[in-house]
């Protein structure tokens, strides 16, 4: 077992994750993060952001959504100092659990193609990139 727990993240910690993602995870490619944007998460899904806490300091996230129909893997990070020691791996099993109790059947991860340092973190849980399909993005004004 972890020295660590796992536990759903509660608006008192948008500050911390917001400071956390600015160094443990990528920022490329996507519109910024707000304390809104995730207030609003936590309101709809208040289970949809996994923290993983190492006494009071904070050394990974994932966001495991669930729109009712399928499964989205957002925000897989763990600080630098901690990386190679499974927390990614228990975070992305513990998405995964959460997604096959609320009856979903394929998940999802968004992983920038230039992001080559994840790649083998996402293969190492299972997942393969999938050649057939490209994102298409609109920003929304």
């Known amino acids: 077992m972890p020295a660590w727990t796992m536990r759903s993240a509660t608006v008192a910690d948008i500050a911390a994750v917001l400071e ?8 490329a490619h996507r519109p910024p993060d707000s304390a809104q944007a995730l207030e ?4 709809r899904d208040p289970e949809a952001l996994l923290l993983a806490v190492d006494d009071s300091a904070l050394i ?22 901690r990386r190679r020691q499974g927390i990614g791996r228990l975070l992305v099993k513990a998405a995964e659990e959460r997604f096959h109790r609320l ?29 057939e399909w490209s994102r298409w993005v609109k920003p929304l004004p």
Request: proline fraction near 3%; hydrophobic fraction near 50%.
């Open 20 to 27: 956390f993602w600015q160094t443990a995870a990528e920022g």
């Open 40 to 43: 609003v998460l936590l309101e």
């Open 103 to 131: 009856g979903g059947i394929r998940v999802d991860a968004m992983v920038l193609d230039d992001n080559a340092a994840a790649h083998p973190a996402w293969q190492a849980c299972g997942y393969e990139r999938q050649a």
């Open 60 to 81: 990974g996230t994932v966001i495991a959504g669930w729109d009712g129909w399928r499964c989205h893997i957002y925000r897989l990070a763990v600080a630098p100092e």
